[in-house]
C-alpha cells in the first residue's frame, strides 16, 4: 500500500510538472519534439490504471467482485490502435482531444459527487480527483500540438480546454446504479487501453511535423474551417462509453 | 290438542314475515362496503397503496368506521397481513390507505380485500361488519420486460440497522444461482417456483456509493446486482444554543453529528423555525445559521431547529429571551501603562450594546497560573491597575467582559505580555569557601549560589568581592561576571574579611560577609559512619562553644569527579540537625560531610566528619587473593591489596569459602550453599581490616577450592572463580629433607672427584709410556751406543704355548643370559698364553697391575674390574665372522654401551681387554676369578690387546687404539 502511494505520489509529481510546464508559461512551447514527447509520457502514465480505474473501483467498492473478469472494455467503446493509426495527425488529436473531453464530462460528474459526499477524503478519492486536471493537461498539450502543426496554413484548430464550472447535463442514467458501477468500470478499462493505443502512435510520430499525406496535417479535415473547438460530430471513431456518476 | 296447533300456526305466521324481510335487507347492499376497491404498487417504498370509496352510507355526516384490511400473496389463501384502519368518512368519499410491503412488491402476486364496520356510538344498528370486497390482484411480473433475471428492490435506500428482504425473479430455470452481499455470498429461500428471497438484517453503512448486492446467473456475464444504500442515522441535534453579540442578530449553533449523505441523498438539512414569529430559515450550514432579530422588540424567541433527510426527520427547541443571550463582543484597544517594576495599568474599551453597562474580568498571569483576578463593572472604557507585582518579571494581563444586565456569557479575552522593571538585588548571596593551604598563604575559592528570581529582582550582571585584610589593614576588591559562581583568591597567612554582593542595573544587593582566619586549625577528626535513606542523610552534631552563629554542612554531589560538585548547607545557631538532600546522590557513592561551626567572627571551624551511602550496594569486584604457607594441612590467604574505601558500601568483612571433597567442613568453617555452586564450606571474617587467612586442619595431598568475597550490610560480593589449592604429601617434607642434602653430598663429590680426575687417573691408569720415546733412548744415542736397543716382539721367540680347548656348546652360549659370568661352565678351563714367561716360575705370573679399559664395551666392563675374557682358541672364524668384517667391527664399536651382560650375544661380544701379562688362575674352573690374580712384579703397564671373538681381517692402523689387534695376527700362529 505503501508503494502504492509512493508510485501514486510520483506519478502525481511527474503530471504536474508536465501540466505546468504547459499552463505555467501561458503559451504554448514552439518545439515540436517538446510537445510529443510530453504527450507521449502523458499517454504513458494515463495507460496506468493506478490514474482512474484502480480508485474507482475501490470508491465503488467493485473490488470486492470479480472484476478483472467482468470489467472489461465493451468493443467499439473507444477507437483501436489501428483506427487510430489510419487518422491523420489532425484527426488523430482531434480524436484524442474529444475522447478525452468526454472522459472530462464523465469524471468531472462523478468527482462531484464524491467530492461532495466523501468528507475524509482518502488517497484514492484524492486520485480520482487530481485525474481531471491531468486529462487537461493532455488536451492542452493537443492544442498546442494542433497549432504547431497547424502553421502551415489550417485553419482547423480548437482551442484548449479550460478549467472552469462544469456546466454539462448528468448523463441519462442507465437502469439501475449497479449496472452504472459495471459500465463505468468498463469505460475506464477502454480509456486506459485507448490511451495505451495512443501511446502507441505517438511513438510512430518521431519523424516530425512534415511527412507524407497520409500523417499530414492537412489531411483529414472536412468542413472545419473556422472553427475552434472539435465537433462532437466528426465521423470519426469516438468513444461510446459513459462514466457513471 | 287443537289448541296447540292453533298457537303453532300463529307463530309460523309471525314468523314467515320476518323472515321474508330479512331476505331482502340481504339481497341488497349494506351501507359500509367498500366499493370500487383499487390496488396500485409504488415499488420506490414497496407500497400497496388502497383507493376505495363507501357509497352508501345511510348518512350524510361523517361517520367513524374502521376498515379491515386483508393481504395475500401468491394465492388469496395465503393470507400475510391483517389489520383495521379507522378513519372517518362521508358519503361518496375516496378513501386511501398504503401498506409497506417487506417483500419487493415485483416478486410475487398480492390480493387484497377489505370490508368496513361502523365506529359510531349513536348507530348501534350498523355496528356490525359488512360484507368483504372481492379480491383485488395486483402482479406486475408481466410488467418487468424481457430480461431473465431480476433483483428487487433497486437502488433501495434504508437506514442504518435495518432488515432487508431482497429477491429475485429468474425466467431461464437456471438453479445455481448465487448472490452476494459485498462479495459475501448470502442464503437464499425459494419462495415459487421462479423467485427466490434472502433477507439482509441490520444492515451497516459500507460507503456513500451505497452496498453492491449481486447475483452471478450465467457464467460469462456480467453480474446482475443492485444497490442497497444504507443511510448513517440521523442523530438527535445536540447542543444547541442561541445568541447575540448586539442585540440585532442572532447566531444559533449546534452539533450536527454524522453527514448522513449518500450518492442518492444529500447531507441532512437543517431548517430553523420561529414560532412567535413565524418565519423561517433554511440553514445553509451544517452547524450554525443566523438569524435577524426583528425589529419590532421582539423579546421572546421560540426557537425549533430541524434536521431532516429523506428517512428520518429530528427537531429540537429552544425558548429565551434575547437580552438574556447577550455575549458581548471581545474587547478592543487593550493597552499596558506605567509600567514599573511591581505595578502597571491596564486599559480597554468594549463594544456598546445599548446602554448596558458591561461587567469585565481581569486577570494577571505568570507562570501560566493565575495570580491575580478581579472584576471590573464599567460602562465603555475600562481601567485597572494592577500592582503588587515582582521586579523583571513577564506578566500575561487580559481582559474580558460580559453583558452587565444579564450575565450570559463571556466575551472573548483580549491581553498582552509583559515584563515588569527591574530593581536592586533583595538579599544577600549564599557564600561558601574552600580553603587550601599553600606555602606562603591560602589558596580561597570562593562558591556563591545565584539568587533566586525573587531576591534577584533583575538579571544580575556581576558579583563584588571586597577582601580586606584584618591583621594588616589592606583591601582590594574583585569584580566577576554573572554568571560566574565561583572565584579563587591566592591569599597570604593572614586574616581576611571577605565581602560579596550581587549587582543587577538597578543596584546591589546586602552583602555575604565570610573570614578567612589566618590559623586554619586544621584538627584530626575522626570520620564517622552515618547511614542514608533514599530522602537524604539525617546529620547531628554536638556544638563546640556556645557562641556560634550558625553552622554550615559541606558536601560534594560528585565525589569521585574532580570537580566534586561542591554543595553546602547553612543552618541557623540554634540547629544541631539536618538532613542533607540532593538528587545528585546516587546508590553505591560515599558522600563525605564536614559540619562547619561559624563563629561570632564569621569563622568557619571544622566541627565534624560524615561518612556514607545514600544506599549500600553489594561490594563491586572481589580481592585477589594470594596463597601462601602452603603445608600438607593448612594455607594461607592473603588479600592486603583490595580496597575497601572504593567499595559501593562499607565492608564489613569477608566470607571465606571453601569447597572440598570432604564431607564435612573443616573446623572454623560451616556447609553453605552458593546461588549457583554446589554446596560449600563457609568461613565469615567480621573485621573488614582482617586481609589474611589461614586454612587450617586440611587433609594432606588434596585438592581444595578457596574463593573470597567481602560484603556489605546489603550483600556479598559479585561470584567469582574459586582458586585451586593441592596440600602437599606429608612425607614429602621428610623426604626433602633427607635428599635434598644426599644430592648436595653428590655433587659435591662429583665436583671433587671432576678436579681430582686428573689425580685419579695418573692413580689409576697412567698413561702407557712409549719405549721409543723414552728418554732412556735419548741417553743411548747421544752415547752413541748402536747397540743399545729395543727389542722388537717380533724378535722375540716364544718358548712356551698353551692351548686352550673350549667345546662346541659352548661357542653359541650368550654370556650372562641368565648367569652371570662366573656362572658360565667351560668344558675346560681357559688356558692363556704366557707369551712373555718369567724366567723364575713361569706359570706363575708373579704380581701384576690389572687394568680395564671400558671403552670397549661395557658388558665387559661389568665383568669386573678385572675380568679375562676366555678366549676359544679354537673358536673358527666362521663362527667368530661376526666380527671378520670390518664393518661388523665398526657396528659392534657403535653399540650402545649400556647393553647388559646378558643381551649380549655370542656374536656379539667383540672386544675384551686381556692383559698382556694375565695369567690363568690354575684349578678355576667354574667362573673367573673373583680374586683376579695380580701379576707380579709387573713393574709397568703392559700394552693392551684387544681381543675379539672373531678373527679381526683388517689390519691394525697405528694410531687406532685398535693396534692391539696385532695380537690377533699373532693368533694365527698357532694354527
Same mark, same amino acid.
Given at each position: 500500500?505503501?508503494?502504492?502511494?509512493?508510485?501514486?505520489?510520483?506519478?502525481?509529481?511527474?503530471?504536474?510538472?508536465?501540466?505546468?510546464?504547459?499552463?505555467?508559461?501561458?503559451?504554448?512551447?514552439?518545439?515540436?519534439?517538446?510537445?510529443?514527447?510530453?504527450?507521449?509520457?502523458?499517454?504513458?502514465?494515463?495507460?496506468?490504471?493506478?490514474?482512474?480505474?484502480?480508485?474507482?473501483?475501490?470508491?465503488?467498492?467493485?473490488?470486492?467482485?470479480?472484476?478483472?473478469?467482468?470489467?472489461?472494455?465493451?468493443?467499439?467503446?473507444?477507437?483501436?490502435?489501428?483506427?487510430?493509426?489510419?487518422?491523420?495527425?489532425?484527426?488523430?488529436?482531434?480524436?484524442?482531444?474529444?475522447?478525452?473531453?468526454?472522459?472530462?464530462?464523465?469524471?468531472?460528474?462523478?468527482?462531484?459527487?464524491?467530492?461532495?459526499?466523501?468528507?475524509?477524503?482518502?488517497?484514492?478519492?484524492?486520485?480520482?480527483?487530481?485525474?481531471?486536471?491531468?486529462?487537461?493537461?493532455?488536451?492542452?498539450?493537443?492544442?498546442?500540438?494542433?497549432?504547431?502543426?497547424?502553421?502551415?496554413?489550417?485553419?482547423?484548430?480548437?482551442?484548449?480546454?479550460?478549467?472552469?464550472?462544469?456546466?454539462?447535463?448528468?448523463?441519462?442514467?442507465?437502469?439501475?446504479?449497479?449496472?452504472?458501477?459495471?459500465?463505468?468500470?468498463?469505460?475506464?478499462?477502454?480509456?486506459?487501453?485507448?490511451?495505451?493505443?495512443?501511446?502507441?502512435?505517438?511513438?510512430?510520430?518521431?519523424?516530425?511535423?512534415?511527412?507524407?499525406?497520409?500523417?499530414?496535417?492537412?489531411?483529414?479535415?472536412?468542413?472545419?474551417?473556422?472553427?475552434?473547438?472539435?465537433?462532437?460530430?466528426?465521423?470519426?471513431?469516438?468513444?461510446?462509453?459513459?462514466?457513471?456518476? | 290438542?287443537?289448541?296447540?296447533?292453533?298457537?303453532?300456526?300463529?307463530?309460523?305466521?309471525?314468523?314467515?314475515?320476518?323472515?321474508?324481510?330479512?331476505?331482502?335487507?340481504?339481497?341488497?347492499?349494506?351501507?359500509?362496503?367498500?366499493?370500487?376497491?383499487?390496488?396500485?404498487?409504488?415499488?420506490?417504498?414497496?407500497?400497496?397503496?388502497?383507493?376505495?370509496?363507501?357509497?352508501?352510507?345511510?348518512?350524510?355526516?361523517?361517520?367513524?368506521?374502521?376498515?379491515?384490511?386483508?393481504?395475500?400473496?401468491?394465492?388469496?389463501?395465503?393470507?400475510?397481513?391483517?389489520?383495521?384502519?379507522?378513519?372517518?368518512?362521508?358519503?361518496?368519499?375516496?378513501?386511501?390507505?398504503?401498506?409497506?410491503?417487506?417483500?419487493?412488491?415485483?416478486?410475487?402476486?398480492?390480493?387484497?380485500?377489505?370490508?368496513?364496520?361502523?365506529?359510531?356510538?349513536?348507530?348501534?344498528?350498523?355496528?356490525?361488519?359488512?360484507?368483504?370486497?372481492?379480491?383485488?390482484?395486483?402482479?406486475?411480473?408481466?410488467?418487468?420486460?424481457?430480461?431473465?433475471?431480476?433483483?428487487?428492490?433497486?437502488? @433501495?435506500?434504508?437506514?442504518?440497522?435495518?432488515?432487508?428482504?431482497?429477491?429475485?425473479?429468474?425466467?431461464?430455470?437456471?438453479?445455481?444461482?448465487?448472490?452476494?452481499?459485498?462479495?459475501?455470498?448470502?442464503?437464499?429461500?425459494?419462495?415459487?417456483?421462479?423467485?427466490?428471497?434472502?433477507?439482509?438484517?441490520?444492515?451497516?453503512?459500507?460507503?456513500?456509493?451505497?452496498?453492491?448486492?449481486?447475483?452471478?446467473?450465467?457464467?460469462?456475464?456480467?453480474?446482475?446486482?443492485?444497490?442497497?444504500?444504507?443511510?448513517?442515522?440521523?442523530?438527535?441535534?445536540?447542543?444547541?444554543?442561541?445568541?447575540?453579540?448586539?442585540?440585532?442578530?442572532?447566531?444559533?449553533?449546534?452539533?450536527?453529528?454524522?453527514?448522513?449523505?449518500?450518492?442518492?441523498?444529500?447531507?441532512?438539512?437543517?431548517?430553523?423555525?420561529?414560532?412567535?414569529?413565524?418565519?423561517?430559515?433554511?440553514?445553509?450550514?451544517?452547524?450554525?445559521?443566523?438569524?435577524?432579530?426583528?425589529?419590532?422588540?421582539?423579546?421572546?424567541?421560540?426557537?425549533?431547529?430541524?434536521?431532516?433527510?429523506?428517512?428520518?426527520?429530528?427537531?429540537?427547541?429552544?425558548?429565551?429571551?434575547?437580552?438574556?443571550?447577550?455575549?458581548?463582543?471581545?474587547?478592543?484597544?487593550?493597552?499596558?501603562?506605567?509600567?514599573?517594576?511591581?505595578?502597571?495599568?491596564?486599559?480597554? @474599551?468594549?463594544?456598546?450594546?445599548?446602554?448596558?453597562?458591561?461587567?469585565?474580568?481581569?486577570?494577571?498571569?505568570?507562570?501560566?497560573?493565575?495570580?491575580?483576578?478581579?472584576?471590573?463593572?464599567?460602562?465603555?472604557?475600562?481601567?485597572?491597575?494592577?500592582?503588587?507585582?515582582?521586579?523583571?518579571?513577564?506578566?500575561?494581563?487580559?481582559?474580558?467582559?460580559?453583558?452587565?444586565?444579564?450575565?450570559?456569557?463571556?466575551?472573548?479575552?483580549?491581553?498582552?505580555?509583559?515584563?515588569?522593571?527591574?530593581?536592586?538585588?533583595?538579599?544577600?548571596?549564599?557564600?561558601?569557601?574552600?580553603?587550601?593551604?599553600?606555602?606562603?598563604?591560602?589558596?580561597?575559592?570562593?562558591?556563591?549560589?545565584?539568587?533566586?528570581?525573587?531576591?534577584?529582582?533583575?538579571?544580575?550582571?556581576?558579583?563584588?568581592?571586597?577582601?580586606?585584610?584584618?591583621?594588616?589593614?589592606?583591601?582590594?576588591?574583585?569584580?566577576?561576571?554573572?554568571?560566574?559562581?565561583?572565584?579563587?583568591?591566592?591569599?597570604?597567612?593572614?586574616?581576611?574579611?571577605?565581602?560579596?554582593?550581587?549587582?543587577?542595573?538597578?543596584?546591589?544587593?546586602?552583602?555575604?560577609?565570610?573570614?578567612?582566619?589566618?590559623?586554619?586549625?586544621?584538627?584530626?577528626?575522626?570520620?564517622?559512619?552515618?547511614?542514608?535513606?533514599?530522602?537524604?542523610?539525617?546529620?547531628?552534631?554536638?556544638?563546640?562553644?556556645?557562641?556560634?552563629?550558625?553552622?554550615?554542612?559541606?558536601?560534594?554531589?560528585?565525589?569521585?569527579?574532580?570537580?566534586?560538585?561542591?554543595?553546602?548547607?547553612?543552618?541557623?545557631?540554634?540547629?544541631?540537625?539536618?538532613?542533607?538532600?540532593?538528587?545528585?546522590?546516587?546508590?553505591?557513592?560515599?558522600?563525605?560531610?564536614?559540619?562547619?561551626?561559624?563563629?561570632?567572627?564569621?569563622?568557619?571551624?571544622?566541627?565534624? @566528619?560524615?561518612?556514607?551511602?545514600?544506599?549500600?550496594?553489594?561490594?563491586?569486584?572481589?580481592?585477589?587473593?594470594?596463597?601462601?604457607?602452603?603445608?600438607?594441612?593448612?594455607?594461607?590467604?592473603?588479600?592486603?591489596?583490595?580496597?575497601?574505601?572504593?567499595?559501593?558500601?562499607?565492608?564489613?568483612?569477608?566470607?571465606?569459602?571453601?569447597?572440598?571433597?570432604?564431607?564435612?567442613?573443616?573446623?572454623?568453617?560451616?556447609?553453605?550453599?552458593?546461588?549457583?555452586?554446589?554446596?560449600?564450606?563457609?568461613?565469615?571474617?567480621?573485621?573488614?581490616?582482617?586481609?589474611?587467612?589461614?586454612?587450617?586442619?586440611?587433609?594432606?595431598?588434596?585438592?581444595?577450592?578457596?574463593?573470597?568475597?567481602?560484603?556489605?550490610?546489603?550483600?556479598?560480593?559479585?561470584?567469582?572463580?574459586?582458586? @585451586?589449592?593441592?596440600?602437599?604429601?606429608?612425607?614429602?617434607?621428610?623426604?626433602?629433607?633427607?635428599?635434598?642434602?644426599?644430592?648436595?653430598?653428590?655433587?659435591?663429590?662429583?665436583?671433587?672427584?671432576?678436579?681430582?680426575?686428573?689425580?685419579?687417573?695418573?692413580?689409576?691408569?697412567?698413561?702407557?709410556?712409549?719405549?721409543?720415546?723414552?728418554?732412556?733412548?735419548?741417553?743411548?744415542?747421544?752415547?752413541?751406543?748402536?747397540?743399545?736397543?729395543?727389542?722388537?716382539?717380533?724378535?722375540?721367540?716364544?718358548?712356551?704355548?698353551?692351548?686352550?680347548?673350549?667345546?662346541?656348546?659352548?661357542?653359541?652360549?650368550?654370556?650372562?643370559?641368565?648367569?652371570?659370568?662366573?656362572?658360565?661352565?667351560?668344558?675346560?678351563?681357559?688356558?692363556?698364553?704366557?707369551?712373555?714367561?718369567?724366567?723364575?716360575?713361569?706359570?706363575?705370573?708373579?704380581?701384576?697391575?690389572?687394568?680395564?679399559?671400558?671403552?670397549?664395551?661395557?658388558?665387559?666392563?661389568?665383568?669386573?674390574?678385572?675380568?679375562?675374557?676366555?678366549?676359544?682358541?679354537?673358536?673358527?672364524?666362521?663362527?667368530?665372522?661376526?666380527?671378520?668384517?670390518?664393518?661388523?667391527?665398526?657396528?659392534?664399536?657403535?653399540?650402545?654401551?649400556?647393553?647388559?651382560?646378558?643381551?649380549?650375544?655370542?656374536?656379539?661380544?667383540?672386544?675384551?681387554?686381556?692383559?698382556?701379562?694375565?695369567?690363568?688362575?690354575?684349578?678355576?674352573?667354574?667362573?673367573?676369578?673373583?680374586?683376579?690374580?695380580?701379576?707380579?712384579?709387573?713393574?709397568?703397564?703392559?700394552?693392551?690387546?684387544?681381543?675379539?671373538?672373531?678373527?679381526?681381517?683388517?689390519?691394525?692402523?697405528?694410531?687406532?687404539?685398535?693396534?692391539?689387534?696385532?695380537?690377533?695376527?699373532?693368533?694365527?700362529?698357532?694354527?
Amino acid at each position: 500500500m505503501q508503494v502504492q502511494l509512493i508510485r501514486r505520489t510520483l506519478l502525481g509529481l511527474v503530471l504536474g510538472l508536465l501540466l505546468l510546464s504547459t499552463v505555467a508559461m501561458g503559451s504554448c512551447s514552439g518545439k515540436y519534439q517538446v510537445l510529443l514527447g510530453q504527450l507521449q509520457q502523458q499517454a504513458k502514465i494515463m495507460q496506468n490504471t493506478d490514474m482512474l480505474l484502480d480508485p474507482y473501483i475501490r470508491i465503488q467498492g467493485l473490488d470486492k467482485l470479480n472484476h478483472k473478469e467482468y470489467c472489461k472494455e465493451r468493443p467499439g467503446a473507444f477507437p483501436g490502435k489501428d483506427a487510430l493509426r489510419g487518422l491523420s495527425r489532425w484527426g488523430f488529436l482531434q480524436t484524442l482531444n474529444a475522447t478525452l473531453g468526454l472522459v472530462l464530462h464523465r469524471l468531472a460528474a462523478f468527482q462531484q459527487k464524491v467530492c461532495n459526499l466523501t468528507k475524509d477524503k482518502d488517497q484514492d478519492w484524492k486520485t480520482l480527483c487530481q485525474a481531471e486536471l491531468y486529462i487537461r493537461g493532455i488536451r492542452n498539450n493537443i492544442f498546442c500540438l494542433t497549432r504547431l502543426l497547424n502553421l502551415n496554413g489550417s485553419s482547423e484548430v480548437f482551442a484548449p480546454t479550460w478549467a472552469g464550472p462544469r456546466t454539462l447535463p448528468w448523463p441519462t442514467p442507465s437502469p439501475g446504479a449497479f449496472n452504472r458501477k459495471i459500465d463505468g468500470c468498463k469505460f475506464l478499462q477502454g480509456y486506459h487501453r485507448f490511451m495505451h493505443s495512443v501511446g502507441q502512435v505517438l511513438g510512430e510520430w518521431e519523424e516530425g511535423p512534415s511527412r507524407t499525406r497520409r500523417h499530414s496535417p492537412f489531411w483529414a479535415p472536412q468542413g472545419r474551417a473556422g472553427r475552434t473547438r472539435p465537433s462532437r460530430r466528426a465521423k470519426r471513431p469516438m468513444p461510446r462509453g459513459l462514466l457513471p456518476p | 290438542m287443537a289448541l296447540f296447533a292453533v298457537l303453532q300456526t300463529t307463530f309460523l305466521l309471525v314468523l314467515l314475515p320476518l323472515g321474508t324481510y330479512q331476505r331482502k335487507v340481504s339481497s341488497e347492499p349494506l351501507p359500509l362496503t367498500p366499493e370500487s376497491l383499487k390496488v396500485s404498487i409504488n415499488s420506490t417504498c414497496q407500497c400497496l397503496n388502497l383507493q376505495w370509496s363507501v357509497h352508501n352510507l345511510p348518512y350524510h355526516q361523517e361517520l367513524q368506521i374502521i376498515v379491515q384490511i386483508q393481504i395475500s400473496r401468491i394465492k388469496t389463501s395465503n393470507v400475510v397481513w391483517v389489520g383495521n384502519y379507522s378513519t372517518t368518512v362521508k358519503r361518496n368519499q375516496v378513501l386511501h390507505w398504503s401498506w409497506e410491503s417487506e417483500l419487493p412488491l415485483e416478486c410475487a402476486t398480492h390480493f387484497v380485500r377489505i370490508r368496513s364496520v361502523m365506529d359510531d356510538a349513536k348507530f348501534p344498528e350498523l355496528k356490525s361488519w359488512s360484507k368483504w370486497s372481492s379480491w383485488e390482484e395486483v402482479d406486475v411480473q408481466d410488467s418487468l420486460g424481457h430480461d431473465t433475471f431480476f433483483l428487487f428492490p433497486k437502488d @433501495k435506500l434504508v437506514e442504518e440497522g435495518s432488515n432487508v428482504t431482497f429477491c429475485y425473479i429468474s425466467r431461464s430455470n437456471q438453479n445455481n444461482i448465487s448472490c452476494y452481499l459485498e462479495g459475501i455470498q448470502v442464503h437464499v429461500e425459494q419462495l415459487a417456483p421462479n423467485v427466490s428471497t434472502f433477507h439482509l438484517s441490520r444492515v451497516p453503512f459500507v460507503r456513500p456509493k451505497g452496498t453492491n448486492i449481486f447475483c452471478d446467473v450465467t457464467q460469462g456475464e456480467d453480474p446482475k446486482g443492485t444497490i442497497l444504500y444504507v443511510s448513517k442515522v440521523l442523530e438527535e441535534l445536540k447542543d444547541f444554543s442561541c445568541e447575540t453579540r448586539d442585540l440585532k442578530t442572532l447566531n444559533c449553533t449546534w452539533d450536527p453529528g454524522s453527514d448522513t449523505a449518500l450518492e442518492i441523498q444529500p447531507s441532512q438539512s437543517y431548517t430553523l423555525f420561529e414560532s412567535f414569529s413565524q418565519k423561517k430559515k433554511v440553514c445553509k450550514h451544517r452547524n450554525w445559521c443566523t438569524w435577524q432579530v426583528s425589529q419590532d422588540s421582539q423579546e421572546m424567541y421560540h426557537f425549533t431547529l430541524m434536521a431532516e433527510n429523506y428517512l428520518r426527520k429530528r427537531t429540537v427547541h429552544l425558548v429565551f429571551k434575547l437580552t438574556h443571550r447577550v455575549r458581548p463582543m471581545t474587547p478592543l484597544n487593550f493597552f499596558l501603562e506605567n509600567i514599573n517594576s511591581t505595578n502597571a495599568t491596564m486599559t480597554w @474599551k468594549v463594544h456598546p450594546i445599548g446602554n448596558s453597562t458591561f461587567l469585565c474580568q481581569v486577570e494577571l498571569h505568570h507562570d501560566g497560573q493565575i495570580i491575580q483576578q478581579n472584576k471590573v463593572f464599567m460602562e465603555m472604557n475600562g481601567k485597572y491597575l494592577l500592582s503588587e507585582m515582582e521586579p523583571d518579571t513577564h506578566y500575561l494581563a487580559r481582559v474580558r467582559c460580559a453583558y452587565g444586565n444579564h450575565f450570559w456569557k463571556w466575551s472573548e479575552w483580549i491581553g498582552r505580555k509583559f515584563t515588569t522593571l527591574e530593581a536592586a538585588p533583595l538579599a544577600a548571596l549564599d557564600v561558601w569557601r574552600n580553603v587550601k593551604s599553600v606555602p606562603g598563604g591560602y589558596n580561597v575559592t570562593l562558591f556563591w549560589k545565584p539568587l533566586s528570581k525573587f531576591h534577584a529582582n533583575g538579571k544580575i550582571r556581576f558579583y563584588n568581592i571586597a577582601v580586606e585584610n584584618l591583621d594588616k589593614p589592606s583591601q582590594f576588591n574583585l569584580s566577576i561576571l554573572a554568571p560566574s559562581n565561583n572565584t579563587a583568591l591566592i591569599l597570604h597567612k593572614y586574616s581576611y574579611q571577605i565581602r560579596v554582593t550581587a549587582s543587577n542595573s538597578m543596584g546591589t544587593s546586602p552583602a555575604s560577609v565570610i573570614v578567612i582566619s589566618g590559623d586554619l586549625g586544621d584538627k584530626d577528626i575522626e570520620e564517622e559512619r552515618v547511614k542514608g535513606t533514599e530522602d537524604g542523610f539525617s546529620l547531628s552534631w554536638k556544638p563546640q562553644s556556645g557562641d556560634a552563629i550558625g553552622y554550615v554542612v559541606e558536601w560534594c554531589d560528585h565525589p569521585q569527579d574532580p570537580l566534586c560538585g561542591l554543595q553546602w548547607k547553612k543552618l541557623g545557631p540554634n540547629t544541631t540537625s539536618t538532613v542533607i538532600t540532593s538528587d545528585a546522590f546516587r546508590p553505591g557513592v560515599r558522600y563525605n560531610f564536614r559540619i562547619y561551626e561559624v563563629s561570632t567572627k564569621w569563622i568557619a571551624s571544622l566541627l565534624e @566528619k560524615k561518612t556514607g551511602y545514600s544506599q549500600e550496594l553489594a561490594p563491586s569486584d572481589n580481592p585477589k587473593v594470594a596463597m601462601g604457607s602452603l603445608t600438607s594441612h593448612s594455607f594461607t590467604l592473603s588479600w592486603k591489596d583490595y580496597s575497601t574505601e572504593s567499595q559501593p558500601g562499607f565492608i564489613r568483612g569477608y566470607y571465606v569459602y571453601l569447597k572440598s571433597r570432604m564431607e564435612q567442613c573443616t573446623s572454623g568453617f560451616e556447609r553453605t550453599v552458593l546461588s549457583d555452586a554446589p554446596a560449600n564450606c563457609e568461613h565469615k571474617i567480621d573485621n573488614p581490616e582482617q586481609k589474611t587467612f589461614t586454612v587450617e586442619n586440611l587433609q594432606p595431598a588434596s585438592s581444595y577450592e578457596v574463593f573470597v568475597t567481602p560484603y556489605t550490610s546489603t550483600s556479598k560480593g559479585p561470584n567469582g572463580t574459586f582458586t @585451586k589449592v593441592t596440600t602437599p604429601d606429608e612425607y614429602t617434607h621428610m623426604l626433602i629433607r633427607i635428599i635434598l642434602p644426599m644430592i648436595l653430598c653428590i655433587l659435591f663429590i662429583t665436583i671433587v672427584c671432576y678436579f681430582k680426575i686428573q689425580w685419579m687417573k695418573e692413580k689409576c691408569y697412567p698413561d702407557i709410556p712409549d719405549p721409543y720415546k723414552s728418554s732412556v733412548l735419548s741417553l743411548i744415542k747421544s752415547k752413541e751406543n748402536t747397540h743399545l736397543t729395543i727389542m722388537n716382539l717380533k724378535d722375540c721367540i716364544p718358548d712356551a704355548i698353551e692351548v686352550v680347548n673350549k667345546p662346541e656348546g659352548s661357542k653359541t652360549q650368550p654370556l650372562g643370559i641368565g648367569k652371570s659370568l662366573t656362572e658360565t661352565e667351560f668344558t675346560k678351563p681357559a688356558t692363556y698364553l704366557y707369551l712373555l714367561p718369567t724366567e723364575e716360575n713361569p706359570s706363575d705370573p708373579g704380581p701384576c697391575v690389572c687394568f680395564e679399559n671400558f671403552t670397549y664395551n661395557q658388558a665387559a666392563s661389568d665383568l669386573g674390574s678385572c675380568g679375562h675374557i676366555p678366549v676359544p682358541p679354537d673358536a673358527p672364524p666362521s663362527q667368530l665372522g661376526l666380527l671378520n668384517s670390518p664393518e661388523n667391527l665398526l657396528k659392534t664399536l657403535e653399540k650402545d654401551y649400556t647393553n647388559t651382560l646378558g643381551e649380549i650375544s655370542a656374536g656379539e661380544t667383540s672386544l675384551n681387554y686381556v692383559s698382556q701379562l694375565a695369567s690363568p688362575m690354575p684349578g678355576d674352573k667354574d667362573s673367573l676369578p673373583t680374586d683376579p690374580p695380580v701379576p707380579a712384579q709387573c713393574s709397568e703397564y703392559k700394552m693392551q690387546m684387544a681381543v675379539p671373538l672373531g678373527r679381526a681381517s683388517s689390519p691394525p692402523s697405528e694410531d687406532s687404539s685398535l693396534s692391539s689387534i696385532a695380537l690377533l695376527d699373532q693368533g694365527e700362529h698357532y694354527r
